[in-house]
């Protein structure tokens, strides 16, 4: 069984450091425990090309971290490149092609005017349809306003999304926001693409975060606190837009939660807590539905009812999510990877939730079209 | 035990049609035939970010093949992309996380001015060295003139990886050139870096390869013809290339050979044919050493006799090589393996060796921070 046996955070947010140092300030913990040990790095990163001018960032790192001998490989999904390349290094360690593995999630984003983030983010859009100039928040205003025309949730239980994952970052010493926020500052915000509001998208950040994957049995013997991945389950979506049958429910993270259930034996009532792909407010209540933790239509719910809140029955995106947290892109779904660990191990913190033994993640690609979502569990 | 069952090629060369075009050309005889089966698609990638103004290819690609449940991700590790992401397909099966992988190896890199592209893949020097000015021919020039000095070559035998290279390529209705050159055209033509002439390096090529990566159990009940690899090894060597101690020999192509033989159990002597990284014509000769089919100092020799020509004793670069079948960043370590796997079954047309059972292939990254090597058997 392959499981998570340490991870490390640098703060998400804007940073004056370049990639290297971001990268190294969470992995350099890690490598100085289990630098004999490591014999392979992923790197999970999508755009170091784009934003930082820089090819080949595993191998970089690895001469910056003073790991020349150790192979490495760069793993990119787009906003999903955290999920599958935990997914990679799960079936490294499971194949016996490596021992121990260090995941480093990274990204350099901020630095440029939002138009031209925006627009090097949209190059993931089919060619076809970024002529028609949707970019992926004016993606999650079109899911909202489907989702309100369809299920008539209050428009307050959507800003709550943002007002729980804030609260949830406050307590995250790694967020990139680290505030709270009330529901009539939400609701007043400037809104950025009808009827979505400024604080229910994720800010452009910069981050890393590192992971060591490693088998179960090496885990006991570096006598590390670990977390064991019963479950993976990747599946893709389309990537039109216009072809898709539904905007209120999105195939690719229905399908990976209901593998990686299905690997793990566990249902999704049995998980103590998860971390969702919240790229805008209204996304952590469609994937909630659509991974089975509530009915279709009916996720919205529990921002109501206070069911998902870290005090709640079932905690969702305790890390603050990508909302609070950040969203440095190949970070975020290795931080979601993190957050699990770091639950399930009692090493949250204030943000720590009592007895949490199984967690989930999904790690989503683009507006949904690849999905990678994990089952954890500590005994 | 995990197979190749299937690989078919675009051809490589200036192509006018976009990337997903060459990529669909090259998958499609494998989608066709193995549709239903195939449950991942691992595209090897490095550059459509910065070439095509595209980010995530791989679910683009698979919307763009009819494949939208399909899971896939993007593999890079620049020049040796393929090597990365053939390793990754084989982890996948032989973890069971994945029953039958398409790889798609895919480059569009023409239509610009051969300085921008060599400052787009000179990206992956580091920072601190890329100030200096050097670029990948550059430094393959630093190796043949530290070659020389220390062991002594004649100079027209390095040229004649070009002349063998170019003959093979001619065979290969694939490669980016497809006609010989002689040795005196070879050693009159435009020198690119001293002492290297234009010849003597792989040009700017398009290109796309596929392969369908399976277990030996399924390649067996579709009926395929399939190979073996048998052993596989990664590794990675400092990109600093001020701090190498030696600019004739290659860390990680030795590293990485090692541990494919070891775990293949297999010898250099055992090999019947092999695939190797010649970006310039010094490097095959490096490399032949270096993974141990020659004494170092020594690799040069078998250009005077003959011995790695198509005809010889064992056949290095059957496809052309880099040199002459052209290099698309992403496709090139994928079609080392698809010419393997062609011929170890019989399918290699006018360049076909006969009776080989066993191959070698080492995909390179950068100039040389990286490397993945693999050992390929049939019956």
Known sequence: MVSIAAANFARFGKREEDIFAISSESALPIVDKYRDAIDFVVVSNSYSGEFNDISGLNNLLTTHLAMDSVPSMRVDNTSG??????????????????????????????????????????????????????????????????????????????AKVAVKNHHNGALNPYAHFQSEVSLEKVMTSKVIADPLRIFEYCPVSDGAVSLLVTSEENSRSFGSKSARITGAGASSGTSSITARESLVSIDSVRESARKAFRASGKSPGDMDIAELHDMASILEIVESEDVGFFKKGEGWKALETGETSIDGRFPINTSGGLNSKGHPIGASGVAQTAEIYLQLTGQAGKRQVKNAATGFSVSMAGFGNNSTSFVYEVD
Do not use: D, Q
């Open 81 to 158: 490149s955290g999920g599958s390349a935990v997914l990679v290094a799960k079936s490294l360690v499971a194949s016996g092609e490596a021992e121990n593995v260090l995941v480093i999630g990274a990204e350099k984003m901020t630095g440029y005017p939002t138009k031209r983030s925006t627009r090097i983010i949209a190059s993931l859009l089919p060619p076809e349809e970024r002529l028609g100039g949707p970019s992926l928040p004016s993606l999650a205003a079109f899911m909202t306003r489907s989702y309100i025309r369809e299920f008539s949730p209050s428009r307050e239980s959507i």
